[in-house]
């Protein structure tokens, strides 16, 4: 955090719950470490395994490491799938070389794999709302034949889309879009395509829905809201986009060492959350660098309690304690 001299404030601090992370992230860090355990270091791991950098060094401090490409892989390793999931190619390629791989992809982002799937068994082209590059997106679209899936990002794209055949259209979604925006985009599907099959649930993941009303639950109270989170976490930018649009200022940071001082000036009340790839030691992190400056009246507003917790593959189960 940069240091400044200024007048020592009281700071009233808005803590959001849920916040931080999610079922899905905590099985595909806890499938790495057991991997580990299991087999010693070094064990591979395809791409950020969830994207934060803080989780990222603390795996490879244990013996993990990352890699882009399965031919970075030798011979004999093992390697781990990250949670945002894969096309088939990479696992089918696993195979073919021998490789031992671990699946840490998310069950719900295993979830819009299997109804992708189905939508083309029954002959239908597939409209996937998602951004165009992130992980699960190219996952998903690697589950199905080319050609058989266009993407759409914005409701400008969805009044703009001219299908080959309006009548025969399924949707899904990436499951860490904003809420609001994906349902703008799903009403004009269904005003210009009535005849669309979507998902009998939501695929926006129920974590990604619980941080983003737990954040509006405080942002407009808020003068300022901080969300602990990578730059290229798609659900932590939504949560930045969220508090904005309640009418708060609102950054992305992902240290203490982020914080400017500056952003305080005429802050009273103070939002923090965490996206779902975010740990909590991240959130105290922040929380005592604070108090270094300020007087903290903190509060915790919770808007949902989460339970859920995800099977770990089978190979791996057995070596958690």
């Given amino acids: 955090m940069t240091e400044q001299l200024i007048p020592r404030k009281s700071l009233k601090l808005l803590l959001a719950a849920p916040r931080g992370f999610c079922a899905g992230v905590d099985r595909a860090i806890k499938i790495v470490e057991l991997a580990l355990e299991q087999h ?7 791409h950020e395994i969830v994207h934060n950098r803080y989780v990222v060094d603390s795996l490879k401090a244990m013996g993990a490491v990352f890699v882009e490409e399965l031919d970075e892989v030798p011979d004999g390793g093992h390697v781990v799938f990250s949670a945002h999931g894969v096309p088939k190619s990479v696992p089918a390629n696993a195979q073919q070389r021998g490789l031992a791989y671990f699946d840490a992809t998310c069950p719900l982002v295993s979830k819009v794999h299997k109804q992708a799937e189905r939508q083309v068994e ?7 709302i998602g951004h165009a590059g992130h992980p699960e997106v190219i996952g998903t679209f690697g589950q199905v034949p080319a050609g058989a899936m266009t993407l759409l990002e ?10 080959l ?21 799903v009403a004009i599907l269904a005003r210009r395509f009535p005849n669309i099959v979507g998902p009998k649930g939501e ?9 983003q009303e737990a954040v509006k639950a405080i942002a407009d109270q808020c003068d300022l809201v901080l969300v602990i ?23 992305l940071v992902q240290r203490a060492d982020d914080i400017s001082l500056n952003w305080f000036d005429d802050v009273h009340t103070l939002g923090l959350t965490a996206g779902a790839s975010a740990p909590e030691v991240l959130v ?10 300020f007087d903290l009246d903190e509060h915790q507003v919770t808007t949902a309690e989460e339970s859920i917790t995800f099977k770990l593959p089978r190979e791996l189960a057995g070596t958690a304690a």
């Fill in 284 to 293: 105290r992190e922040i929380i005592d660098a604070l108090g270094r400056h």
């Fill in 203 to 211: 695929d926006i993941c129920y974590a990604t829905s619980n941080r």
């Fill in 229 to 251: 989170g990578a730059p290229n976490s798609s659900n932590s930018l939504r949560l930045v986009e969220v508090a904005a649009r309640a009418g708060a200022k609102a950054y």
């Fill in 122 to 128: 029954a002959g239908r082209h597939i409209i996937f």
């Fill in 165 to 185: 055949d309006a009548d025969n259209l399924a949707f899904l979604t990436q499951t860490t879009l904003s809420v609001d925006d994906t349902a703008e985009i």
């Fill in 40 to 46: 010693g270091a070094p064990v591979y791991v395809r």
């Fill in 154 to 163: 914005t409701a400008e794209d969805a009044e703009l889309l001219q299908p």
